[in-house]
């Protein structure tokens, strides 16, 4: 049984950081494509950031690249996100995803459907 668990959520000053981790098991991680999603209440889930299953190449969406920074210890079957410079607007539930043999077209992450697993989710609040 594949089970995803992300943690470090939490409530976090802005231009401060913060790292999730989303560590899976029942799954051979290196197989898989990995993302990063998030969601606020009364929006879309948004994608935050990928690995692509095939060449590990990491890609952003744009309200993060340049602040945020995915990672992947294939040893320790966990995935990382890095949050930096963190604002308001990011305040939202985590959520990791994964899918076997996932591809990356066109350089943006695929959409949520595209993935089967998925963890529950982790608050991160921004806030004074």
């Known amino acids: 049984q594949v089970q995803l668990v992300e943690s470090g959520g939490g409530l976090v000053p802005p231009g401060g950081s913060v790292r999730l981790s989303c560590t899976a098991s029942?799954?051979?991680?290196?197989?898989?494509?990995i993302g990063w999603f998030r969601q606020s209440p009364g929006k879309e889930r948004e994608e935050v950031a990928c690995?692509?299953?095939?060449?590990?190449?990491?890609y952003y969406g744009e309200s993060v690249k340049g602040r945020f920074t995915m990672s992947a210890d294939y040893a320790k079957n966990t995935a990382y996100l890095q949050m930096n410079s963190l604002r308001f607007t990011d305040t939202a539930v985590y959520y990791c995803?994964?899918?076997?043999?996932?591809?990356?077209?066109?350089?943006?992450?695929?959409?949520?459907?595209?993935?089967?697993?998925w963890g529950q989710g982790t608050q991160v609040t921004v806030s004074s």
């Open positions: 029942g799954l051979t991680w290196e197989y898989y494509g």
């Open positions: 995803a994964a899918e076997v043999g996932l591809r990356v077209v066109g350089n943006r992450c695929p959409r949520e459907w595209s993935y089967d697993e």
């Open positions: 690995i692509d299953s095939r060449d590990g190449r990491l």
